[in-house]
């Protein structure tokens, strides 16, 4: 399961997820997030309460996750749902922490930082730029809402602030980096061989004793958790629309009153190089940025072009590689220096410096789109589809003022709504308190509504829920399963499978364990290899980043000691698939220190960032010690 991890984290998923919880939404202001919970908090971190809603949502991210990370080999019993809500919600004590610790410190993210960092994603970028239509598709796929992810990614800029000044810029002596390379080139001598666990399958016999020992000692590993069956009424917009016809007089006649609506704005495309200044540049930052963009000019009045300059010199990396080019924007698009001198330009003209919050840009205006009113046919599709959802909105409203009171009315049933609004009972299949793997009730809200003491013991229907989706629902629980034990012939044979894997394991243990004593006592490893009928292999310069053998037998390997004598070292090391593995090291070679600047440079990195993280750490962990931290049960 690991390794399958490892492999669906390498590709486009876990980019995209690495984008969505880094990155925040700036462009037209950031909202404040104020995260509610009813009832008693998941945790308090120096009177700062943790809601259980805050919870519940970092938990349903988590678990899609996961179930991104893995694709169809997800299985959701892999998963305990206790271990990953108390592994969340120590990440969210400790994000508090830091959050905190900030605040404390003074740091602060501004709107201009976020705007340029959003619009230099390569995720959220379209074929004219940043696209905000693709920013909240992607936003919508991992079921967030603009004004919490704008605060979560706030606060994680903030830390990252916070991490950054622990970073250490404390001089490295080249001492210090010829011992690091010593180390890292390093090669090992090494032999080594591979006992399956399953050599051992005819030596195991699991009696029907140890099954249901297993079983009394091991309830929650057989658990089916409570489920609930569900009824429920939907109001889908979407569904209603798709049922409305509009006359093309209607059509025509909306066209012709708001004709000044269906006029395109000027749009304009230009190109940039721009010289970042950073919002608390001291004045000599200022004058250097100043001097770097008359150089600019400069060459600009010599016949070179701002595309091939953007290319080289721009520090705006979204556009950067395309010459500066931006694509076609209209206004309200660029920050307002920006803006203001991009549409008062001719075509064909660069401007002079322009000073805005990034710093400064040189600007060329490539072409001129004049604004015009769309011909009827252009927008004829666009007016229909107004109407429609107007109509249907309109609609939807009444149907869902009356779906509330029905139900609230009659609480003991869906049916009479159903009849009066000619809606359609549903159901869902049985599910869990954390919600269905896919379908309307995987839906965090739809779940927790269905649980509620009032929906599950009164017997009631719910109050209306809006789901992520924009469809209303009222549900009722139809059926009620209480948590249950599987019964012992039900899981019999699992158990079985397990205990036969554990006691495989062991012996194979045992051996290995028996095979390194054999070694350490001076025997061949080829002759001890021979014994267990497997093959003795030897690789005489393994390196820390080699591909092969298995990374659990090379991580071994580099932590073993140097052997003593003429004499190997052995040590035997279980490998992930639950075999084991026997190593014997015969001699160690210090890695080569006369390597390239860059190597060596790399070298210096790698020891600033372990002490950073040392330090780091360090403060994590003492924040931890001195805060006020609270888990009510």
Known sequence: ??????????????????????????????????????????????????????????????????????????????????????????????????????????????????????????????????????YQQLLSQQGMQPAYFESQVRRDLVTEQLYRGFVTTDFITERQVDAFLRVQNQQRHIGYLQLPANTFSDEVVVTEDEIAAYYQENPGQFMVPERVKVAYLELNREELASGFEVEESVLRARYEAHEENYRSPEQRRARHLLIAVDSDATEAEVQAAEKKVQEMVTRLEEGASLAELAKEYSDDIGSASDGGDLGFFERGAMVPAFEEAVFAMQEGEVSEPVRSEFGYHLIELETVRESEVEPYSAVRDQIREDVRREQADEYFYDLADRLANLTYEQPDSLEPAAEELGLEIRQTEAFPRQGAEEGVAASREFAEAAFSEDVLSGGNNSQTIELDSGSLVVLRVREHFPATKKPLDEVGEDIRSLLREQQMAALAAEKAASLVEHINAGEAPSEVAEVVGQEWQEIAALERDASEPDRSIIAAAFAMPRPGGDTPTARAVTLDSGDQAVIALYGVESGQTEVGEAQRQQARQALRQAASEHIYSGLVEALQKRADITRPQ
């Open 1 to 134: 399961m690991l390794d399958l991890i490892r492999q669906r984290a390498q590709g486009w998923i876990a980019w995209v997820i690495v984008i969505l919880i880094s990155i925040p939404f700036a462009l037209w202001g950031v909202n404040e997030y104020f995260g509610g919970g009813r009832g008693a908090p998941a945790a308090e971190v120096d009177g700062v309460s943790i809601s259980q809603e805050q919870l519940q949502r970092a938990y349903y991210q988590e678990r899609q996750r996961l179930q991104e990370l893995m694709g169809d080999e997800f299985d959701l019993g892999q998963f305990p749902e206790e271990q990953i809500r108390q592994q969340v919600l120590q990440k969210l004590i400790r994000q508090e922490l830091l959050t905190q610790a900030a605040a404390e410190n003074g740091l602060r993210v501004s709107d201009a930082h976020l705007s340029q960092s959003i619009r230099s994603m390569e995720a959220f970028q379209g074929d004219a730029g940043f696209d905000p239509a693709r």
